[in-house]
């Protein structure tokens, strides 16, 4: 079964500093993959994806990630955070073993980024 | 346009207590899902549906079940609620997972006493 990683369940940064949350997935073989963002008491808000092509992908608010097919890694990164970025990220995969009509998402167990002002 | 939209928000239920949580999506998709999430576990599934009239089970569906009776709706029912059911439940929808990302509702915050 597929699996996500989130090594690092905390991350404080300072405002305008750069952040990088990382993101490691198990499978070999090709995946789609996403970053989701949750704010404090919504629901969950996708910020981008990887389908295939670039292994650079750009999203909402300034986000990008870079998919790392030896590393099987997709980290998120932003180079100057804000304190509205404050919020809850998770990362998830698609089961590359599953065919259309059977696919669902595995999540990651999220990484709570704070902005120090 | 509403999206996804989860009723109730809030609610506090007995131990043995049932309930449904209602999941309506206006965007004419195929595919629904409800996932719970608990802290420092992240969504797991519980149960998913790829069209009207069908069902799954996802990885964690002991105690729960569900029904899309219509394309726009999926319900998640709690027939005898246990502590251990206290989580905040997400429903998404899709039309094609693998392409578009999932679609998510607000949430429901379910406390069982």
């Known amino acids: 079964a597929q699996s996500v990683t989130q090594l690092d369940s905390q991350v404080p940064v300072f405002e305008e500093a750069p952040v990088e949350l990382r993101c490691n997935y198990s499978?070999?073989?090709?995946?789609?993959l996403f970053w989701y963002v949750q704010y404090p008491n919504q629901g969950l808000q996708l910020l981008l994806k990887?389908?295939?092509?670039?292994?650079l992908v750009k999203g909402i608010n300034g986000f990008e990630a870079e998919f790392n097919k030896s590393q099987t890694s997709f980290h998120l990164r932003k180079p100057s955070v804000h304190i509205s970025d404050t919020a809850e990220y998770f990362c998830?995969?698609?089961?590359?073993?599953?065919?259309?009509?059977?696919?669902?998402?595995?999540f990651g167990t999220g990484t709570r980024l704070t902005i120090i002002p | 346009n509403a999206g996804v939209t989860q009723t109730p928000k809030f609610r506090v239920l007995k131990t043995g207590q049932s309930m449904t949580l209602l999941c309506a999506q206006d965007m004419n998709h195929e595919y629904m899902y409800w996932y719970r999430q608990d802290p420092g576990m992240g969504l797991r599934l519980i149960h998913y549906s790829v069209g009207e009239g069908t069902t799954a089970k996802g990885e964690v569906p002991d105690g729960y079940n569900v029904s899309r009776l219509k394309k726009q709706n999926f319900l998640l029912g709690l027939e005898s609620a246990a502590p251990s059911q206290t989580s905040v439940y997400f429903c998404?929808?899709?039309?094609?997972?693998?392409?578009?990302?999932?679609?998510f509702g607000q949430g429901t915050r379910l406390t069982v006493v």
């Open positions: 499978s070999s073989v090709s995946v789609y």
């Open positions: 998404a929808s899709s039309y094609r997972l693998r392409v578009w990302g999932a679609f």
């Open positions: 998830a995969v698609s089961d590359p073993d599953s065919n259309f009509g059977n696919e669902k998402l595995t």
């Open positions: 990887y389908l295939s092509g670039s292994t």
